[in-house]
Every structure is written in C-alpha cells, then in structure tokens.
T-cell receptor, first 113, second 113 residues
Framework: NAGVTQTPKFRVLKTGQSMTLLCAQDMNHEYMYWYRQDPGMGLRLIHYSVGEGTTAKGEVPDGYNVSRLKKQNFLLGLESAAPSQTSVYFC????????????FGEGSRLTVL | AQSVTQLDSQVPVFEEAPVELRCNYSSSVSVYLFWYVQYPNQGLQLLLKYLSGSTLVKGINGFEAEFNKSQTSFHLRKPSVHISDTAEYFCAVSTTGAQKLVFGQGTRLTINP
C-alpha cells in the first residue's frame, strides 16, 4: 500500500519550459488536491478534484492546469514555467469529505531558473 | 472567507519542557479545525482534529488542542516534548468539513537537548 506517490521528486526547469507532475493514490479516495508550499506562507491550494473527470480552482490557480482522467491519478501541469513557480508541491487525497484526513505525498521540489 | 494565523513562526524549547503552539482563526460560520505535522523532508500528517463535541481534543504522540470559540483559538499543547517532536506544525481551518482546508503559515518547533 503506497498511499500517495508523487513523481518526479525533483526537477529543474528553465523559464518558459513546460512539465507535468503526477500524483497517484491507491486508496480509492474521491477527493484529491495540489498544494504549493513556500517559506512563511504555509500551504496554498492550487487546484482540487472531487472525483474522476472533475477539477476546480483553489486559492492560487494561475499558471497551472490539472486533469483527473482516472480516479487514482491527478496531474498538475505548468505550460510555461516562471521563476515564481519555484516551490515544493504537495499532492494529497482525502479519506472522507466531512470528517476525513488528508494523506500527503512526500512532495516535489521544482526550481525554475 | 476563513483564515488562520499562527502567531509564532519558530518556537525553541528544551527537551522535556512543555510547549504551546498558538493558532487563531477567523470565520463567520462554524468551523472545523485541524493540526498537521510535517517532519523534515516529508509530507504532512494529521495530528488531531476538532469537528464537534468536546472542546479538548487529544491526538497522536501526546499532543492535545483546545477549541475556544470565544477567543477563536485552537492552540496545540504537549506537556513534555521529545527530540523527535522537532518538525513544522500547521493549523488549518475549514467551513466545509474536511474538503477545503485553509492552512496557517506554520510554526517550526525546535527541541534543544
């Protein structure tokens, strides 16, 4: 039982390049989330999904796109990376919408030069 | 919209001393409150949560928190800390169960021997 797995764990990009972060969960959770973590700012919600085929914007969605084609996978895309997107990205899935617990991946550290 | 303020960015304490990490929230409706912990180079994991009922909530690793509605606070406490408690602690609030959490900025707890 792997829980929540993020790939890649580290990536360096040049400004303007594109990339996709993959999140996979094997717990059959409906809800999935992408957060970014920056020093002194806690975690901020980028996008989330309440089920297969659905996505919604969070607090800081600009510059990112997401897709949830399969229930177990939630992809985060950067079409044209900017230095402001240098951050640590965390994926999470939720056990129960009303009372549940978020399960987090180990994070993906992205540097944009 | 709800928000969370963690009043201390860093808290240094000696091993076996008590600790309190402060969290205040703002919301015009009923809230659900959470504390998550992030050990170095890991994702976040749930420490405890307040959904309803008793205002004193006990969590894992000997931590507890008290919901104080009049002071809009949810401070985290432990009577005697251990070196292994060194981590960053995040308070989070939601008005929709566990679906969309808003995280505080985090408090880094450092334990000195």
């Amino acid at each position: 039982n792997a829980g929540v797995t993020q790939t890649p764990k580290f990536r360096v990009l040049k400004t303007g390049q594109s990339m996709t972060l993959l999140c996979a969960q094997d717990m059959n959770h409906e809800y999935m989330y992408w957060y970014r973590q920056d020093p002194g700012m806690g975690l901020r919600l980028i996008h989330y999904s309440v089920g297969e085929g659905t996505t919604a914007k969070g607090e800081v969605p600009d510059g990112y796109n997401v897709s949830r084609l399969k229930k177990q996978n939630f992809l985060l895309g950067l079409e044209s990376a900017a230095p402001s997107q240098t951050s640590v990205y965390f994926c999470a899935s939720l056990t129960d919408a009303n009372t549940g617990e978020l399960f987090f991946g180990e994070g993906s550290r992205l540097t944009v030069l | 919209a709800q928000s969370v303020t963690q009043l201390d960015s860093q808290v240094p304490v000696f091993e076996e001393a008590p600790v309190e990490l402060r969290c205040n929230y703002s919301s015009s409706v009923s809230v659900y409150l959470f504390w998550y912990v992030q050990y170095p180079n890991q994702g976040l994991q749930l420490l405890l949560k307040y959904l309803s009922g008793s205002t004193l909530v006990k969590g894992i690793n000997g931590f507890e928190a008290e919901f104080n509605k009049s002071q809009t606070s949810f401070h985290l406490r432990k009577p005697s800390v251990h070196i292994s408690d060194t981590a960053e602690y995040f308070c989070a609030v939601s008005t929709t169960g566990a679906q969309k959490l808003v995280f505080g900025q985090g408090t880094r707890l450092t334990i000195n021997p």
